[in-house]
Nanobody, 116 residues
C-alpha cells in the first residue's frame, strides 16, 4: 500500500536549521510530484512547497521562499525539505503528500518546534 513516513523534526532555536525527510513506498515515486504542507498549532493547513516528478521544478510559499529548499532523490524514493533560518512561526507539524495541488496520500507528520 502507499505509505509516506516523515522524519527529522525536533526542537531547534530560532535561526537554526533542520532537514526533513519523507520515505515513500507502494508507488512509483519518480512518476509523481510531491508536496510539503504544514499545520501550526491551532491553525489550518498551509501549503509550503512542491516539486515535480523529475525534481527540476520547485515552488514555494512566500512565507518560506529563500529559507526552505525542497528536493528529492528518486533512486532512494525520498523527499526532503531543508529548512534554514527557522523562525518561531515555522513551528508546525509538517506533512509530506503525494501529488501537487490534489494531494492523494499524506504521511503522519513530523513536529518542528522553533523556540529558544
Amino acid at each position: 500500500q502507499v505509505q509516506l513516513v516523515e522524519s527529522g523534526g525536533g526542537l531547534v532555536q530560532p535561526g537554526g536549521s533542520l532537514r526533513l525527510s519523507c520515505a515513500a513506498s507502494g508507488f512509483t515515486f519518480s512518476s509523481y510530484a510531491m508536496s510539503w504542507v504544514r499545520q501550526a498549532p491551532g491553525k489550518g493547513l498551509e501549503w509550503v512547497s512542491d516539486i515535480n516528478s523529475g525534481g527540476g521544478s520547485t515552488y514555494y510559499a512566500d512565507s518560506v521562499k529563500g529559507r526552505f529548499t525542497i528536493s528529492r532523490d528518486n533512486a532512494k524514493n525520498t523527499l526532503y525539505l531543508q529548512m534554514n533560518s527557522l523562525k518561531p512561526e515555522d513551528t508546525a507539524v509538517y506533512y509530506c503528500a503525494k501529488g501537487q495541488v490534489i494531494l492523494e496520500v499524506w504521511g503522519q507528520g513530523t513536529l518542528v518546534t522553533v523556540s529558544s
